[in-house]
């Protein structure tokens, strides 16, 4: 795995949704930028996993032959959706203790549903060809 501009700028779109969360809810707290900064690091390392994961149980899902199959990655999906805020919550924690808190699950959440958006919205812009102005003669 190598580290592209993709992920640099995915690491500067969760700085800035973290930075907003920071100041608009007062449960979500880093006790400096820098710890701002690595908890960003560490959301992107943490949700590109739980990313994988989830691609893998629907790829498991898409290609089930019985509905058995379909059922159990079924409740194996909806089970990592929660589990993946816990996780994030639970990484958070161990790597900074009290001097990051994301807040509730609630709040973990929202910011994971904010990330997400900025992310696609980010790599979105990044995909965009530039706009010429200036119109050939």
Do not use: C, H
């Not at 930075?19 to 707290?29: D, N, T, Y």
């Amino acid at each position: 795995m190598r580290l592209q501009a993709v992920d640099l700028a995915d690491v500067l779109a969760y700085l800035v949704v973290l930075g907003v969360f920071i100041q608009l809810f007062p449960a979500v707290i880093t006790e400096s930028f820098l710890l701002a900064l690595l908890t960003a690091i560490l959301l992107k390392l943490v949700l590109e996993l739980v990313l994988w994961v989830k691609k893998r149980i629907v790829a498991r899902l898409r290609a089930a032959q019985t509905w058995v199959a379909r059922v159990v990655n079924a409740l194996t999906l909806l089970l990592v959706l929660p589990g993946s805020k816990f996780l994030v919550l639970g990484v958070v924690d161990l790597a900074f203790g009290d001097a990051v808190s994301l807040g509730g699950f609630f709040q973990v959440t929202a910011l994971i549903i904010v990330l997400m958006l900025a992310r696609g919205g980010v790599r979105r812009l990044i995909q965009q060809p530039a706009i010429d102005t200036v119109s050939p003669r």
